[in-house]
């Protein structure tokens, strides 16, 4: 539908004192643009909008102004929140220790039709939704539209904690449309009107606005798995908040510390102990809203969630919509940040060091989520296009390798100083070839015997040492007689596997020896990842060590 606007602002002006309702005409500001109006005691009152805040006058706030507020707002609820009949507005007491008014926060509420196009397909599909976003960033506008639109064909219940949905008073705002609103007596209570709106009501959607406690969140999926449609919002900005929210992260299944195997734990390449998800996920489509016009969607939240324990995340879908209107998608792939700060990231811990090698044979088969090494050149994902040496004229079509015991990230390292295409994948059938150990290749297992019977290609290293990686990786790819590689290159790449090891408990690291130019650089990149160094030695031979923390003098 069109586009449009209802705030019922003169509303809101009521009850504001008049010298205030001038100072803000005499602003000058579009009033779309409002957001709310600040009266603190013993403060100027401000004005705040999309883009900043206005002083409305140099007087400080009164007692007499706080009270004239108060009085035309009605009674405050335990969440020290109130509003206007029939309208949005939100008015928010902060109280001091003798449960004195001292504070209001005088929130617009607009109901903003036709603003639901951006996820109207997710939402009409019946997936369950939860709405991410901090605080302002129009959660509630959504989840208003949302509940008018599914109301059209659906019997809907909204769970209305705060008024905030459905407005203030008996008689809920027009803007939820044929959707019947359920109030809340006490904020703690919530999770048991969310049940009791299941068992008494017969809907097939429930909304729900602010999911912040334990209880609602288990009420949450009690009713996603007795088929109830869910929409629904919290706070956050992102997946990652979730997953390290206790109170929160069973919306998205949770996560708990599970202890492999030692054959599991070589087949991925990773340490004893990982995160894995605990549970299938409340809801499973994920938006975070990252500005009004502008959302991030995760259509598939527990796949979501095991690729970012693997440190591995899956590309994100974007909408945007423009000044015109238009609702534009694309795709994104976001940093691997969880992984890598809770150390779940693809890649082992082995020691470091080829053995002989069958011919580079079997075709190569592309995966989306398999994990191409970063930062050796301009290599990308799911591309098994020539890659072009540095300083050479040569191409090398990328080698999808499965390491079987075998350090992982070891072997990505020297792929990166090498700067050769290596594409680590999990896949059997993915790969051209195993790169395994000596003695695990004696023992025969069943990974070996199967890749065998399909012809990809085994390659035997002596140890698990960098030397043998570099070893079979310059056999495999000829590069006897290549130009030694950049120093530069090699220390950026030092310097990386220190902070890896960094991460990975060690108190100190020090680095070889380098120029003064290098050096600065490997500081900056220390500082990048939050972490500290400093020089140490004479020149030539003046090197950098990082710390965990600040060293002890």
Known sequence: MERRITDDLEKLKAVLPDYLVERLAATGRDENDLLEVIVDLGRVPTARYVDGEVVLDEQEVTPETIQYVAERVGSFDEDNRGGIQRTLHRISAIRNRRSDIVGLTCRVGRAVYGTIDILEDIIEAGNNVLLLGPPGVGKTTLLREAARVLAESRRVIIVDTSNEIGGDGDVPHPAVGRARRMQVARPLFQHEVMIEAVENHNPEAIVIDEIGRELEAQAARTIAERGV??????????????????????????????????EEARRRGTQKTVLERRAPPT??????????????????????????????????????????????????????TFGERNGTRRGGSGA?????????????REREQDYVLDNFGGGSANR????????????????HVYPYGVARNRLQQVARQLHVPVVIVDDLEAAQAIVTLKNYYRRRPRMIVDAERMGISIYVLRANTVTQMEDFLVDVFQLHGDEPQDPFGRAMGEVEDAIRRIRS?????????????????????????????????????????????????
């Open 283 to 336: 809801f499973n489509v994920l938006v975070e809203i990252q500005t009004r016009n502008r959302l991030a969607v995760l259509d598939d939240v527990a796949a979501a969630v095991d690729a970012k324990l693997r440190g591995r995340p899956l590309p994100v879908e974007i909408r945007t919509r423009t000044e015109s209107g238009e609702i534009q998608i694309e795709s994104a792939r976001p940093d691997p």
């Open 229 to 262: 449609q869910l929409i629904g919002t919290a706070h956050g900005n992102s997946l990652d908040n979730l997953l390290l929210n206790p109170t929160l992260s069973d919306l998205v299944g949770g996560i708990e510390s599970v202890t492999l195997s030692d």
């Open 505 to 553: 408990g060690a108190r100190s690291v020090d680095l070889s020896p380098q120029a003064a130019h290098i050096r600065r650089k490997q500081h900056e990149m220390v500082r990048a990842a939050h972490l500290i160094s400093h020089s140490y030695g004479n020149e030539p031979n003046r090197r950098v060590r990082i710390f965990r923390d600040e060293p002890v003098r």
């Open 352 to 364: 470091r060091d080829t053995g002989r090698r069958n011919e580079f044979s079997g075709p190569a």
């Open 384 to 399: 098994a296009e020539p890659f072009n040496l540095p300083g050479g004229n040569r191409s090398l079509p990328p080698l």
